[in-house]
């Protein structure tokens, strides 16, 4: 995605707070959430997502990930940890894991600057 004029009031229309992320255009592996305060005093240019993040420009962090039997007293003890407000429900906790495996392996690239080819990397 290009954050351009056009995209950045696609965003502002959704109305959200937060955005689920993803360098796949079938969405199925979301590694990071767009807090959409962030782009407060954002420029729109033609500076690519994974640009914007890789610039620090825009905040994106890591969900939560839980299975479909996570206990919610366990997810209202995450959240109030305050690390992330939006988790993302997977079917096992093999799956759960390896998301959240991935997440952090992109993140990490993404915050050395380093490139990330999202076909290279398959998920549960």
């Known amino acids: 995605m290009i954050l351009d004029d056009e995209n950045l009031n696609r965003i502002k229309k959704i109305g959200f707070s937060r955005i689920p992320v993803s360098f796949t255009k079938d969405q199925t592996s979301i590694f990071g959430v767009l807090l959409t305060k962030s782009l407060v005093g954002y420029e729109a240019c033609n500076e690519t997502l994974k640009e914007a993040i890789m610039n620090d420009h825009i905040r994106v962090i890591v969900p939560l990930f839980f299975t479909e039997n996570t206990n919610m007293s366990e997810v209202c003890k995450a959240f109030k940890e305050g690390h992330c407000h939006m988790g993302i429900v997977c079917d096992s906790a093999d799956s759960a894991k390896n998301n959240r495996d991935f997440a952090d392996r992109v ?18």
């Open 107 to 124: 993140m990490q690239k993404l915050s050395k600057n380093q490139e990330y080819d999202a076909n290279a990397e398959e998920i549960d």
